[in-house]
């Protein structure tokens, strides 16, 4: 590290400060603090969230005098999540230091996300930024119900990298929604710079672009690779739950195939396909989920009627698929709008899926001899009588690692080896199950 490199890292270290200092000044005289963190792709957006947090929670501890302070991050970034896998927008409470890169800093169970499907917001603006509002308002709402009147809130904002083309019209979309108080942008002396509008309260930190590797003959980790990660360090979870199995494998690899799955019967859950996906057929639907990183939800409160549920094949012993109604809205249904002008306008014009997501999980393998879905997952247990949605995503697939290893001396599920000449060889299918633990009853017919 040369001088230039110490003299950047100080003065980025003084820029980081000087905003908590501006944060905590807001807050104790307006209860309410909103940051918004914005910049272009690589130049430090979760580092300066990650430190801002971290600063803010360790600035309560040694000051206990001061007004309390309860901090959140609202998560928008789908694709780069810092708390979750991608494919959710959340907001949750820190009042632990985040430490390390995000794949280690998984929450096995998500306080208040909001399911989104994909990795990218081009899919579906209006859903995203719907989101995100709900998220917004359920946030002001806690405010205003806050039992201890004493306490101060500041809601830290992540946001996306993508700040060129239809991404900067995004942008201006989010800032409209979440109305920061202030925002804090992150720009570099050699690259394409979020341009804020000027009705904002700014806070400029110029740092520089990620360097492509920390060592010069290695690559810096892809988009799609953080994503396999991430997936695989929530995963990872399940093996500190299961103390005994680490101890037998001291010296051997742990493997996903040696813990135990929960059983969940066909009859307790629905299914919901991301819509790029709703062309599989229900014949095939069970060979959709097989082996699949799923969402694991239940329909957020209020939006009941957003839904509707088949039975695939019309088989009342298969799972049902949860569907979106038509936004069409019918004579009858009218009647709950709004008048305006003497003409019916529908409180809800554009129907969305919105699904509470509890964690993700991996469907171990499917039984549709005893009507049962083994699923791997770290979310309490406490939580998951509430999950009767397993919602497959759009580009949120299970990671390669788990998939595509022929290095493993023992069966993995599913798993196929490449030869030299890219042909498959199968090796074998399925591993013993283990079911030590029933969710909801999963081993009593329906």
């Not at 298969?318 to 002008?341: A, H, K, M, Q, W």
């Not at 697939?397 to 080896?417: H, K, Q, R, W």
């Amino acid at each position: 590290m040369n001088a230039r490199d110490v003299e950047g890292l100080v003065t980025l270290e003084k820029d980081y400060y000087s905003v908590c200092e501006k944060i905590y000044r807001f807050v104790e005289s307006e209860k309410k603090c909103i940051a918004f963190i914005s910049g272009n792709k690589g130049v430090g957006k979760s580092t300066t969230s990650r430190f801002v947090i971290n600063a803010l929670n360790t600035y309560l501890l040694l000051h206990p005098s001061k007004p309390s302070c309860r901090v959140f991050l609202l998560d928008t970034d789908v694709g780069q999540s810092e708390l979750s896998p991608a494919g959710c927008v959340s907001l949750c409470e820190i009042k632990k230091p985040l430490i390390g890169v995000p794949f280690t800093s998984q929450l096995p169970s998500l306080p208040k996300s909001l399911f989104f499907g994909s990795n990218s917001p081009a899919i579906d603006t209006d859903f995203y930024i719907k989101l995100i509002g709900y998220l917004i308002d359920y946030f002001n709402k806690m405010i205003k119900e806050d039992s201890n009147k004493d306490d101060n809130f500041v809601l830290i904002v992540n946001s996306l990298g993508w700040i060129t083309d239809l991404g900067y019209d995004l942008m201006l979309r989010v800032l409209n929604t979440v109305k920061p108080h202030f925002l804090v942008n992150l720009e570099t002396n050699n690259d394409i710079n979020f341009q804020i509008p000027n009705n904002y309260r700014r806070f400029t930190i110029t740092t520089r672009k990620r360097e492509s590797a920390i060592f010069t003959n290695s690559k810096h980790p892809t988009s799609a690779q953080l994503r396999n990660f991430q997936m695989a360090g929530y995963l990872a979870q399940l093996f500190t739950q299961e103390r005994s199995l680490i101890e037998r494998n001291q010296n051997n690899a742990l493997k996903l195939a040696d813990l135990p799955a929960y059983r969940v019967r066909f009859c307790s859950v629905s299914i919901y396909i991301h819509p790029e996906f709703r062309y599989v057929d229900d014949k095939l639907m069970l060979c959709a989920l097989n082996c699949s990183f799923v969402a694991l939800c239940k329909i957020e409160e209020g939006f009941e009627r957003n839904f509707e549920k088949k039975h695939l094949l019309d088989d009342p012993s298969l799972p049902s698929r949860l569907e979106l109604r038509s936004d069409e809205v019918n004579t009858e249904e009218s009647i709950s709008g709004e008048i305006i002008n003497e003409e019916i306008i529908p409180l809800e014009r554009n129907i969305h899926p919105m699904l509470k997501c509890f964690g993700f999980g991996l469907i171990r393998a499917i039984n549709p001899q005893r009507k049962l879905f083994y699923v791997l997952t770290p979310i309490e247990q406490k939580v998951l009588h509430q999950v009767n949605v397993f919602a497959l995503g759009h580009c949120l697939n299970t990671p390669d690692m788990l998939l595509f290893d022929p290095n493993v001396g023992s069966p993995a599920p599913y798993i196929v080896e490449l030869d030299s000449g890219l042909q498959i060889h199968h090796k074998k299918f399925f591993s013993p199950l283990r079911s030590d633990v029933v969710v909801q009853n999963g081993n009593k017919p329906c």
